[in-house]
């Protein structure tokens, strides 16, 4: 007998229909002999609804009560959507039970809206599953030692999925989407776009944290971790589908040394909108000024993705960096009140209007020219570099949010995306 992780996006719980197809997809595995585990996202929209409304009361600089009270208002999301899917399934005569992230219970710190999990107790989960239970657990939170509920940001609920199956040792975790797999770049930018069978933990890690909002970052970092065989497929596949072909669809996660990994020198192109520079102009040139800037930035919970340092003038230099949109208000009020005055440096930019492209393959390992080929690409399209970030098997740029869907078109045709590897 199998342990098997479902999760399901938003979009696959957004009606009563669709939670009544959940539901009789997860009571087939069921019946199929496997002990199944299931962590569904909220209904679609409803956590931004929510968000909403407590946007129109907060107060003009939120406080970290208000952050609390934001995380108990945007879990109860996913409650709801646990709830009605354990209903639709004792309606199929399969017994089930639903639970919160803190009754599991899903240790966090408490970072709120933005916690990490630490510990995850599965007795309780154990217990129901060792009679027959399909066990639901609510994605997207957990508990702190004071006994708040915490929140894992968007997305957390694939975080949450790929948690619960490493803490059980499960045999797989499948990953149900509104999408068929994860694709060389986004079908509706490159309608071309094609559906990879297998992509490396690698390559995945690299395309979520550059922009593919196929699987959430730290999901990938857990399923890498802890070795969990991680797969992406469509819940809008019928429900009936037979399922030892359902379970070899959509994309597996798998890991570098697999005999039949796709070999392509460059295997997706991922992107962001989200991003946003920052630039400290006039900062003195010294050692431990950049410790200064990302030291302050980081105290106050905001990752930091790509720097830029230019080349020293009269003892001055400018530093740039990149954030999420939603900390730039954030963390441009933060430089301007209490990182500025401490450094001397003349003032601080920002510019919302950026987006970053990248490319992403583990070939680029052994592989020359691949950088170059980009730079070309970009280059013959008129299109400017702003900064550039670069590990082993990807390359990223940040460019004018206006050239995004220019420049992704043009990578996918100039390294023959379209065509499956040999």
Same mark, same amino acid.
């Given at each position: 007998?199998?342990?098997?992780?479902?999760?399901?996006?938003?979009?696959?719980?957004?009606?009563?229909?669709?939670?009544?197809?959940?539901?009789?997809?997860?009571?087939?595995?069921?019946?199929?002999?496997?002990?199944?585990?299931?962590?569904?996202?909220?209904?679609?929209?409803?956590?931004?609804?929510?968000?909403?409304?407590?946007?129109?009361?907060?107060?003009?600089?939120?406080?970290?009560?208000?952050?609390?009270?934001?995380?108990?208002?945007?879990?109860?999301?996913?409650?709801?959507?646990?709830?009605?899917?354990?209903?639709?399934?004792?309606?199929?005569?399969?017994?089930?039970?639903?639970?919160?992230?803190?009754?599991?219970?899903?240790?966090?710190?408490?970072?709120?809206?933005?916690?990490?999990?630490?510990?995850?107790?599965?007795?309780?989960?154990?217990?129901?599953?060792?009679?027959?239970?399909?066990?639901?657990?609510?994605?997207?939170?957990?508990?702190?030692?004071?006994?708040?509920?915490?929140?894992?940001?968007?997305?957390?609920?694939?975080?949450?999925?790929?948690?619960?199956?490493?803490?059980?040792?499960?045999?797989?975790?499948?990953?149900?989407?509104?999408?068929?797999?994860?694709?060389?770049? *986004?079908?509706? +930018?490159?309608? /071309? @776009?094609?559906?990879?069978?297998?992509?490396? &933990? =690698? !390559?995945?890690?690299? %395309?979520?944290?550059?922009?593919?909002?196929?699987?959430?970052?730290?999901?990938?970092?857990?399923?890498?971790?802890?070795?969990?065989?991680?797969?992406?497929?469509?819940?809008?596949?019928?429900? *009936?589908?037979? +399922?030892?072909? /359902? @379970?070899?669809?959509?994309?597996?996660?798998? &890991? =570098? !040394?697999?005999?039949? %990994?796709?070999?392509?020198?460059?295997?997706?192109?991922?992107?962001?909108?989200?991003?946003?520079?920052?630039?400290?102009?006039?900062?003195?040139?010294?050692?431990?000024?950049?410790?200064?800037?990302?030291?302050?930035?980081?105290?106050?919970?905001?990752?930091?993705?790509?720097?830029?340092?230019?080349?020293?003038?009269?003892?001055?230099?400018?530093?740039?960096?990149?954030?999420?949109?939603?900390?730039?208000?954030?963390?441009?009020?933060?430089?301007?009140?209490?990182?500025?005055?401490?450094?001397?440096?003349?003032?601080?930019?920002?510019?919302?209007?950026?987006?970053?492209?990248?490319?992403?393959?583990?070939?680029?390992?052994?592989?020359?020219?691949?950088?170059?080929?980009?730079?070309?690409?970009?280059?013959?399209?008129?299109?400017?570099?702003?900064?550039?970030?670069?590990?082993?098997?990807?390359?990223?740029?940040?460019?004018?949010?206006?050239?995004?869907?220019?420049?992704?078109?043009?990578?996918?045709?100039?390294?023959?995306?379209?065509?499956?590897?040999?």
């Amino acid at each position: 007998m199998s342990l098997i992780v479902h999760k399901y996006g938003g979009t696959s719980m957004g009606s009563t229909e669709r939670i009544s197809n959940v539901a009789k997809r997860v009571a087939k595995w069921a019946r199929a002999g496997h002990q199944m585990v299931v962590v569904p996202s909220a209904m679609s929209g409803e956590t931004n609804r929510l968000l909403a409304l407590a946007k129109e009361l907060a107060p003009a600089k939120p406080t970290d009560a208000y952050y609390r009270e934001l995380d108990m208002l945007a879990a109860t999301g996913e409650q709801a959507s646990s709830a009605l899917l354990a209903i639709a399934l004792q309606a199929l005569g399969m017994e089930s039970v639903s639970y919160a992230g803190w009754q599991v219970p899903i240790r966090t710190d408490s970072a709120y809206t933005k916690a990490r999990i630490e510990s995850i107790d599965d007795a309780r989960v154990r217990a129901d599953l060792a009679v027959g239970k399909v066990v639901i657990v609510t994605g997207f939170q957990g508990i702190d030692d004071l006994g708040h509920i915490t929140t894992l940001g968007r997305g957390g609920s694939d975080t949450s999925a790929v948690a619960v199956a490493a803490a059980m040792m499960a045999d797989e975790c499948l990953i149900y989407t509104d999408v068929d797999g994860v694709y060389t770049t *986004d079908p509706r +930018i490159v309608p /071309e @776009a094609r559906r990879l069978s297998t992509v490396s &933990f =690698e !390559e995945m890690l690299e %395309m979520a944290s550059m922009g593919s909002k196929v699987l959430q970052i730290r999901s990938v970092e857990f399923a890498g971790k802890y070795k969990v065989k991680l797969r992406v497929l469509s819940s809008f596949t019928p429900w *009936d589908i037979d +399922i030892n072909q /359902e @379970a070899k669809s959509g994309t597996l996660i798998t &890991f =570098e !040394e697999d005999e039949n %990994m796709e070999q392509a020198i460059v295997s997706g192109i991922a992107f962001s909108r989200d991003e946003t520079k920052i630039s400290v102009l006039g900062v003195p040139d010294k050692p431990g000024i950049a410790y200064q800037i990302l030291g302050a930035v980081a105290d106050a919970n905001v990752e930091v993705d790509m720097i830029i340092q230019n080349i020293s003038k009269d003892g001055k230099t400018d530093f740039s960096f990149t954030v999420n949109h939603s900390d730039y208000a954030k963390t441009i009020d933060l430089l301007k009140s209490q990182v500025l005055p401490k450094l001397g440096a003349m003032e601080v930019v920002g510019d919302t209007k950026i987006c970053k492209v990248s490319i992403v393959g583990i070939g680029m390992r052994s592989h020359v020219g691949v950088a170059s080929t980009m730079f070309r690409t970009l280059s013959e399209e008129g299109i400017n570099i702003q900064m550039i970030s670069t590990s082993e098997i990807k390359t990223s740029v940040v460019i004018d949010e206006k050239y995004m869907e220019l420049a992704v078109k043009a990578l996918h045709q100039a390294f023959k995306l379209e065509q499956a590897a040999p």
